[in-house]
T-cell receptor, first 115, second 115 residues
């Protein structure tokens, strides 16, 4: 069973540009969530999608957005990049039905460097 | 607001030693608690998941306990090996409304096992 796949794995952008990251969840998983990891703040929740609907959003500015497609694949976009957006962006998938354990499975992440 | 604290931030032990990593959280209304391992530059690998109604889980040399009333969890690693060197992250899953869930992470414990 394939795991969570994130692309690209590494990318370098300059301030003011925008970036789109992609996440393909484990087959059958309809919930996809995104997390940002930085040395200073650790891992922080960005947003969660389920069946193409954003159900929850963390405390990030509107420059951070996302979407989910009918095949459960998800993308996140960051516009007008700032130096502080340099981070490892992790995607996690799960089923999160009420009877489910709630276990999340993480991808390898996309390492974004903003110059 | 849920806060997760992990102590110690770093730990260095000789090979073969048994060790305990600590995690505390401020709000006992959790769905589950998960322990993850992260190797440098990599994503998160799930180690153990404890449901809110459970007290402990075991996998091989790993044992995790949960005391929800006191807001504490411990990860016990028996007979440590150099391959156990990594950062260990504790995360609690909470329900955030509209059927959504999110993980709140601690900052992690960086473990070094010396041969």
């Amino acid at each position: 069973k394939a795991g969570v796949t994130q692309t690209p794995r590494y990318l370098i952008k300059t301030r003011g540009q925008q970036v789109t990251l992609s996440c393909s969840p484990i087959s059958g998983h309809r919930s996809v969530s995104w997390y940002q990891q930085t040395p200073g703040q650790g891992l922080q929740f960005l947003f969660e999608y389920f069946s193409e609907t954003q159900r929850n959003k963390g405390n990030f500015p509107g420059r951070f957005s996302g979407r989910q497609f009918s095949n459960s694949r998800s993308e996140m976009n960051v516009s007008t990049l700032e130096l502080g957006d340099s981070a490892l962006y992790l995607c996690a998938s799960g089923t999160l039905w009420v009877t489910n354990t709630g276990e999340l499975f993480f991808g390898e992440g996309s390492r974004l460097t903003v110059l | 607001k849920q806060e997760v604290t992990q102590i110690p931030a770093a730990l260095s032990v000789p090979e073969g030693e048994n060790l305990v990593l600590n995690c505390s959280f401020t709000d006992s209304a959790i769905y589950n608690l998960q322990w993850f391992r992260q190797d440098p530059g990599k994503g998160l690998t799930s180690l153990l998941l404890i449901q809110s109604s459970q007290r402990e889980q075991t996998s091989g040399r790993l044992n995790a306990s949960l005391d929800k009333s006191s807001g504490r969890s411990t990860l016990y690693i028996a007979a440590s090996q150099p391959g156990d060197s990594a950062t260990y992250l504790c995360a609690v899953m909470v329900e955030s409304g509209a059927g959504s869930y999110q993980l709140t992470f601690g900052k992690g414990t960086k473990l070094s096992v010396i041969p």
